[in-house]
């Protein structure tokens, strides 16, 4: 964990939450990525990468596929991330590390002293507080973790499946940042945002009856109530099936569930959040 505290030069900004590239395996969406990287040259635009940033599985590791490994060593996908997000490192805010360069910790931690080091990104370690400021003034706080275990439900409606998966997002989340607007968590590779949910309530004032709406306002302890924070499960770039014939990745093998490649946008507008949009690639 780390405390960052990032001025930014406006409060109005895109922030992009985006991570799970995968640099290294042949299942990949190397479109996806490039969209990516456009997306964030954008002006206004910022971004924090959620970790797992290389596939780094090397031949000693029971997950090693001959068939989809690109051919190439951790450090050289690192190498290779870094010319990808080069001209655009100077809008990073914080990046992550994820499991799958932690698998390889015991040789170095390529997030940190490869990637973060030559792109002079903050490095966020596996979950990181930043506190967005403007003019001295904290416009909002948010909790990034790369994330851990699964998000899924078996529900036969894909309305219903699709509310559960969000409200598990929320319940794994809600604990780490009651200070927090945004909430954020990668891994699982889905898509999935819940949005604020505005209660109405009655109450009186001057000896009248007046309706009012919940709001996401800091309270006396700094405290958001769970229902009215946002929380992202931010996406990511592994795909079911490759192009090749007779090739298999490891989502195909598990019978994984398709899911939808991209990253988030979070609107950030007069200091607040305004709406986070999914960018499918």
């Given at each position: 964990m780390i405390l960052i505290t990032k001025e930014m030069p406006k409060s109005d900004f895109d922030l992009v939450l985006c991570g799970d590239t995968h640099q290294g395996t042949k299942m990949r969406s190397v479109s996806g990525v490039q969209t990516l990287v456009e997306r964030i040259e954008r002006k206004n635009t910022f971004f924090v990468f959620m970790g797992d940033a290389t596939e780094a599985i090397t031949s000693m590791d029971k997950r090693y596929d001959p068939d989809t490994v690109d051919g190439t060593t951790p450090l050289e996908q690192a190498s290779a991330i870094i010319k990808q997000f080069k001209h655009v490192a100077k809008k990073g805010i914080a990046w992550l590390v994820g499991n799958h360069e932690g698998t390889i910790r015991g040789v170095g931690n390529?997030?940190?002293?490869?990637?973060?080091?030559?792109?002079?990104?903050?490095?966020g370690t596996f979950s990181a507080r930043i506190s967005f400021r403007n003019l001295g003034k904290t416009l909002f706080n948010g909790f990034f973790h790369h994330g851990a275990g699964q998000i899924a439900s078996t529900h036969p409606d894909p309305m219903v499946r699709k509310a559960i998966m969000t409200y598990k997002l929320k319940?794994?989340?809600?604990?780490?940042g009651g200070d927090c607007l945004l909430n954020a968590m990668g891994h699982t590779h889905k898509l999935l945002i819940y949005r604020p949910?505005?209660?109405?309530y009655m109450r009186s004032i001057h000896g009248s009856i007046t309706a009012n709406y919940t709001s996401s306002g800091l309270d006396g302890n700094g405290y958001i109530p769970p229902h009215l924070r946002w929380y992202v499960n931010t996406g990511g770039f592994l795909k079911l099936y490759s192009k090749q014939n007779a090739v298999s990745g490891y989502a195909e093998r598990m019978m994984l569930q398709p899911v939808e490649l991209g990253f988030s946008v979070v609107k950030v507008r007069g200091g607040t959040i305004a709406d986070i949009e999914k960018i499918l690639v």
């Amino acid at each position: 964990m780390i405390l960052i505290t990032k001025e930014m030069p406006k409060s109005d900004f895109d922030l992009v939450l985006c991570g799970d590239t995968h640099q290294g395996t042949k299942m990949r969406s190397v479109s996806g990525v490039q969209t990516l990287v456009e997306r964030i040259e954008r002006k206004n635009t910022f971004f924090v990468f959620m970790g797992d940033a290389t596939e780094a599985i090397t031949s000693m590791d029971k997950r090693y596929d001959p068939d989809t490994v690109d051919g190439t060593t951790p450090l050289e996908q690192a190498s290779a991330i870094i010319k990808q997000f080069k001209h655009v490192a100077k809008k990073g805010i914080a990046w992550l590390v994820g499991n799958h360069e932690g698998t390889i910790r015991g040789v170095g931690n390529i997030a940190r002293d490869k990637i973060c080091s030559e792109l002079a990104i903050p490095y966020g370690t596996f979950s990181a507080r930043i506190s967005f400021r403007n003019l001295g003034k904290t416009l909002f706080n948010g909790f990034f973790h790369h994330g851990a275990g699964q998000i899924a439900s078996t529900h036969p409606d894909p309305m219903v499946r699709k509310a559960i998966m969000t409200y598990k997002l929320k319940q794994k989340l809600e604990s780490f940042g009651g200070d927090c607007l945004l909430n954020a968590m990668g891994h699982t590779h889905k898509l999935l945002i819940y949005r604020p949910v505005d209660e109405l309530y009655m109450r009186s004032i001057h000896g009248s009856i007046t309706a009012n709406y919940t709001s996401s306002g800091l309270d006396g302890n700094g405290y958001i109530p769970p229902h009215l924070r946002w929380y992202v499960n931010t996406g990511g770039f592994l795909k079911l099936y490759s192009k090749q014939n007779a090739v298999s990745g490891y989502a195909e093998r598990m019978m994984l569930q398709p899911v939808e490649l991209g990253f988030s946008v979070v609107k950030v507008r007069g200091g607040t959040i305004a709406d986070i949009e999914k960018i499918l690639v």
